[in-house]
């Protein structure tokens, strides 16, 4: 395929920052707002914002292809196969931008995105598939969605912009990506704020992604497995976590994933491919249709991580006790609570062998640490296998779209005792408006905590499995983590000092006042 693209002088600016960046795409959102709903429009922007990014990218590159062979137009070409990706000839920005006045501007947009998806097939096949930059029903009529898509392209266009490596990263393509990486991540968490419950179901905020990358501490060599994706920025904090461990092998690692929802699907492919992270990212329902396999058995990994939807209806009971992979073997959860169906086949699909240390993380509403019936038999049953690990209360109102309070279990295969961490976090934290957010130092209490397995006063408590046994298996957090203060002890004799001073003060005034009265004649 043709790779040719506009030759346009792009203009010499200052390195962007971050800051700048999310700005102008935070106002370029202005197009949609109001006219569009932002569980739409959020595709349109992100879906352009890539389109922008992997231009400038091509462009980048192609420049510093023709310099090093002395402008050699064709030379510089045949090396641009060779490139990661491929942008076919017309299919990048600047030719869209071009073409903003054509009366089938929605039209050349898809064309350009189904030409770049077909190039690319390994890393983007079905992407574009749920996007439709000319629909009449998302977009309006054609006079109005024209006008639309243009004023999107000039915001685009921006000459402030310049999403190439070279001017994000100082000549560093890898912190050009992180960037333009995390401005999607920008982008996605302020469409989440003003989302409401559908938030949820594509986005876990940033500090909770981080704090349970950190208690899993995926290694270099490691798989990684999120069932309940969203738009994949609980498994890029996995995926940082092991080149914060370890930088010589940030990339030693396999990524896997599987999302139900197709926008939100598509969503998660371009967000690992803006941040350069291999990943096989299925779209299916992962308890009913679970497609991460090898072979006819299911994939195995060291960690597996998510925020799956809480307490989710019609999950598909109706078919666990025929499940092919037997995942429910400990028991069905109930047909409209499917917290254990996700948690059951995250802890299925961890390696079974205690050394390959099999690990699970997952949000889960509280709830889950207590109910009974099924949802109790599988609870006992976890834990009289050994595997859960820790219990921890998260403060309020973090998550968009629900301001119940979550909790964290950690499971794991490979465990130095039978005791369980518990951990009240639920009062340490930032307040903010819509939502409360875990401060950084709260992160590295909670982190520390666990690691230490110790118990702290009015804050954590390690219980031996007799203890829990004696509970009943309830997993309620107060049972085990007093957070009781006791009043202060009250001194009475002050209090009844103090209480003689404010009486003989009172007698005073009152004395006073009879004497102005007698005076004025008033008595």
Not at 24 to 31: E, G, V
Not at 53 to 76: F, K, T
Request: with cysteine; aromatic share 10%.
């Amino acid at each position: 395929a043709k790779t040719l693209m506009t030759q346009i002088p792009l203009p010499q600016t200052t390195p962007l920052t971050q800051d700048e960046i999310n700005g102008i795409l935070w106002r370029a959102c202005d197009t949609f707002r109001g006219t569009v709903d932002p569980a739409e429009y959020k595709n349109y922007i992100l879906v352009m914002l890539f389109v922008k990014y992997i231009s400038d990218v091509w462009r980048d590159h192609y420049d510093a292809l023709l310099a090093r062979y002395n402008g050699d137009e064709a030379r510089a070409q045949r090396m641009m196969r060779h490139e990661k990706f491929i942008l076919p000839e017309g299919c990048d920005f600047q030719h869209l931008y071009e073409q903003r006045n054509a009366p089938n501007l929605g039209e050349i947009i898809n064309k350009a995105l189904e030409a770049i998806e077909t190039a690319n097939k390994d890393k983007l096949e079905g992407v574009f598939r749920n996007i439709d930059f000319n629909s009449e029903a998302a977009l309006g009529r054609a006079r109005e969605r024209n006008e639309r898509l243009r004023n999107l392209l000039n915001d685009f266009s921006n000459p402030r912009l310049d999403l190439r490596p070279s001017n994000l990263g100082q000549g560093d393509p890898a912190s050009g990506r992180d960037v333009i990486g995390d401005a999607y991540e920008y982008l996605i968490g302020r469409f989440a704020a003003g989302a409401g419950k559908k938030a949820g179901e594509f986005y876990t905020p940033p500090e909770v992604s981080t704090l349970l990358a950190r208690l899993l501490a995926p290694q270099p060599g490691e798989r990684l497995c999120d069932p309940a994706m969203g738009s994949g920025s609980l498994a890029i904090k996995c995926v940082k976590q092991i080149a914060a461990n370890d930088p010589q092998r940030a990339n030693d690692y396999s990524l896997s994933g599987q999302e139900s929802n197709g926008s939100t699907w598509a969503l998660a492919k371009m967000n690992m491919f803006l941040h350069d992270i291999n990943a096989d990212v299925q779209w299916g329902d992962t308890l009913k249709y679970p497609t991460l396999l090898e072979g006819d058995v299911l994939r195995r990994y060291n960690v597996v991580v998510a925020n799956p939807p809480f307490s989710l209806d019609k999950w598909g009971a109706e078919g666990a006790e025929k499940d092919r992979f037997n995942r429910f073997w400990r028991g069905v959860p109930p047909k409209s609570v499917g917290d254990y169906a996700f948690i059951t086949h995250m802890i299925e699909v961890t390696f079974p062998d205690p050394h390959e240390n099999g690990r699970v993380g997952v949000i889960v509403p509280h709830g889950v640490l207590f109910r009974g019936g099924a949802e109790g038999a599988i609870r006992q049953s976890l834990i009289e296998e050994n595997l859960l690990d820790a219990v921890i209360g998260l403060p309020p109102n973090l998550f968009y779209g629900t301001g119940i309070p979550a909790a964290i279990l950690i499971f794991k295969r490979q465990r130095p005792d039978r005791r369980v961490v518990f951990i009240d976090a639920s009062r340490e934290f930032e307040a903010g408006t819509p939502q409360n957010r875990l401060r950084p130092e709260d992160i590295a209490r909670i982190v520390a905590t666990y690691q230490a397995r110790e118990a702290v006063d009015r804050y954590a408590y390690v219980a031996d499995f007799d203890e829990i046994a004696e509970n009943d298996f309830n997993l309620n957090i107060p049972r085990y983590v007093d957070t009781f203060e006791p009043e202060p002890d009250v001194d009475m004799a002050a209090v009844a000092a103090e209480i003689a001073a404010l009486d003989a003060e009172l007698a005073g005034v009152e004395a006073e006042m009879a004497g102005y009265l007698q005076t004025l004649d008033l008595e």
